[in-house]
């Protein structure tokens, strides 16, 4: 009985099972050369406007003829950037759906909001940062303080309210970082984004503002309000008569807001791989790079583009956070 022939059927399935192997890895490779074999989609936890949008906008636009597909630019605003990032967080991890993120819904929400539908640690895999913009204090035009040193020193004598897009927001852990390391006493005024902040600072309503610098920087060219200080570690050339905080007396002092690429957690590291080539060289071409620091953005470095960068950049961010909503006194609800 056992000397009998193998039947031509079992002959066949032992190969295929030998071969097993061999054959699951070049389909993987496979797989991932052909990749992508549809259009992608960018989610912006945000809604249309803004710096979020913008870039992932530009983004889109020069990394889909590398890839050789349109990517969709998809907004899904809501609790402060942590709907879409769940979103994305929770999708099917084939590099078919992107997150453009940003501060709020991965290093600043973690300690304002109590029940997070994701770790942004844990369940992103980062492709690389874009770039960052800088945080400024702005003055309006009837402001007496003329400079960052006076407004620290006036705020000690009298009130000075301070707005920015909400409580728990970058601008506002900026904000938070001033007072504790200078003494100030700049008094916080949430608002909810920049539609109702812009007209209330132009107005009178409140003396200063903690935003982006892309933000002020119109406002500023203008004449309609001043910029004081900006939290970057030089002055930008695209309004070279502002001092840094540094300059202004304030050691070490920066603080940005950033935007970059992440993918959902267990991505293919060839799809991954692929997704961070596009990037980068979307980056690497000068029009796109001068647009987006048209747009009062510091393009990131070669370092920080690719995803073992950006994923240090984020934990470090994160730390710093955390430090400042503890400044603020602010606890997750």
């Not at 927001?169 to 949430?190: C, D, F, K, M, Y």
């Not at 690497?284 to 470095?301: F, H, I, K, M, P």
């Amino acid at each position: 009985m056992n000397d009998r022939p193998c039947p031509a059927p079992r002959r066949k399935f032992l190969k295929l099972a030998a071969a097993a192997p061999l054959l699951g890895g070049w389909t993987g490779a496979a797989l991932a050369a052909a990749y992508p074999q549809r259009p992608l989609t960018f989610v912006v936890p945000f809604g249309p406007g803004g710096n979020v949008d913008g870039v992932g906008r530009l983004m889109a636009a020069a990394m889909g003829p590398l890839l050789g597909q349109t990517i969709v630019v998809e907004n899904r605003a809501g609790a402060g950037g942590s709907l879409g990032a769940s979103l994305v967080a929770q999708a099917a991890p084939d590099g078919y759906m992107l997150m453009v993120g940003s501060n709020g819904p991965l290093t600043v929400n973690p300690f304002v909001q109590a029940k997070l539908a994701y770790d942004p640690l844990k369940d992103f895999a980062p492709i690389g940062l874009v770039g960052t913009v800088a945080h400024v204090l702005i003055a309006n035009n009837a402001f007496a303080a003329k400079t960052l040193q006076d407004a620290v020193a006036l705020s000690k004598r009298q009130f000075v309210g301070c707005a920015s897009s909400g409580v728990g927001s970058a601008t506002h852990l900026t904000l938070a970082r001033l007072n504790a390391q200078t003494g100030a006493r700049i008094e916080h005024v949430p608002f909810r984004g920049g539609n109702t902040l812009v007209p209330a600072l132009l107005g009178g309503d409140v003396q200063l503002a903690s935003m982006e610098f892309s933000t002020a920087l119109p406002l500023h060219q203008s004449g309609r309000a001043r910029i004081l200080a900006i939290a970057a570690a030089r002055r930008s050339p695209l309004a070279p008569d502002i001092p840094t905080f540094m300059e202004s007396g304030v050691a070490g002092f920066t603080a940005q807001s950033y935007v970059g690429l992440l993918a959902p957690a267990r991505i293919p590291a060839d799809v991954l791989a692929r997704l961070e080539q596009a990037a980068n060289a979307a980056l690497d071409s000068g029009e796109l790079a001068d647009r987006l620091r048209g747009l009062g953005l510091d393009v990131a470095d070669a370092a920080q583009r690719r995803g073992q960068g950006f994923a240090a950049f984020l934990r470090a961010e994160y730390e710093r956070s955390g430090e400042a909503a503890r400044l603020a006194g602010i606890k997750p609800e």
